[in-house]
């Protein structure tokens, strides 16, 4: 059982709790996952990014975003509350090295799991460079989190209520056509997203790694649940990433994988709901 610390609402629908787990916080690295489990009696194992981790407290941040029954579960627990079990660090770290300028681009809520990245790019010597996307200003997460770390940050949103009204591709491409053009990019998002910013990417010759979130549902590469096509492989998300050559990565096959439970998930969601005694949607 790992307790709650802290949990703190950052927008409409998302949420960061601190939980301690020593052990994970001592090895995790950026980039890194764990899986997590409510309650028993709820069986569900979701993965969640670790977004920070302080080693001496012992403790790890996750960042969540309340999309359905086992996000909305775990939004209602509080400091004190505890999280049945945390299973970690899983995935392989990050990548890091000093490439030289590197483009950083997190979407919605991959501004989370995009943070350590940044954080350790940066300590690797490199010219970082943040672009936030939101739907809509409420939605913009991490902003003062990365202008710690980053060298310049670009926020847009779809609807121009805050930053630039653009999508993350507009200054992703001005980044991509500049000369020199940038050593390294990284995109963290929904699928559609990291799609269009291996696009964007390509045109320019830039490499680009993203952070893949297909279903899990072992986390150890035993059930297959998160396979996804990488330059005409086969390949475990959980075990062989979840960072991938982006431009390897066959998203329209993977975005048509992620809806393969959306009628049972959304059975799920509504009598979740009516459990905990929330609105309905
Ligand atoms: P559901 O209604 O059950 O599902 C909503 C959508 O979430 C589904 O359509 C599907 O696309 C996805 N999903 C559902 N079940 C799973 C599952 N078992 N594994 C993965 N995706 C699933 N979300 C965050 O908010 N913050 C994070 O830091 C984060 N990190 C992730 C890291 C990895 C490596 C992966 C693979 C996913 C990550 N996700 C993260 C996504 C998160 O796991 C899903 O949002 C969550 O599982 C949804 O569960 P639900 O029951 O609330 O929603
Ligand atoms: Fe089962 Fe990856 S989650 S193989
Ligand atoms: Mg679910």
Known sequence: MNRILAKKQLSADVYEVTVEAPLIAASRRAGQFVIVQIDTDWGERIPLTIADADSGAGTLTMVFQ???????????????????????????????????????????IGVAPLYPIVQAMKAAGNTVLVIIGARTRELVIFEERMRGYADELVIVTDDGSYGRKALVTAPLEEYCGQNPAPD????????IMMKFCEKTAAEF????????NTIMIDGTGMCGGCRVTVGGQTKFVCVDGPEFDGHQVDFDNMMLRMK??????????????L???LETV
């Open 205 to 212: 010759n830039v490499p680009i790694m993203v952070s893949l």
């Open 66 to 108: 309340t999309v359905g029954a086992t996000t909305h579960r775990l939004a209602v627990k509080n400091a004190g509350d505890y999280i049945e079990n945390i299973l970690g660090p899983l995935g392989n770290p990050t990548h890091i090295e000093k490439f030289g300028r590197v483009v950083c681009v997190g979407g919605g």
């Open 275 to 277: 459990n905990l005694g």
């Open 184 to 191: 390294m990019s990284v995109a963290i998002g929904p699928p």
């Open 260 to 273: 393969a439970f959306r009628e049972r998930e959304d059975e799920d969601h509504h009598s979740c709901h």
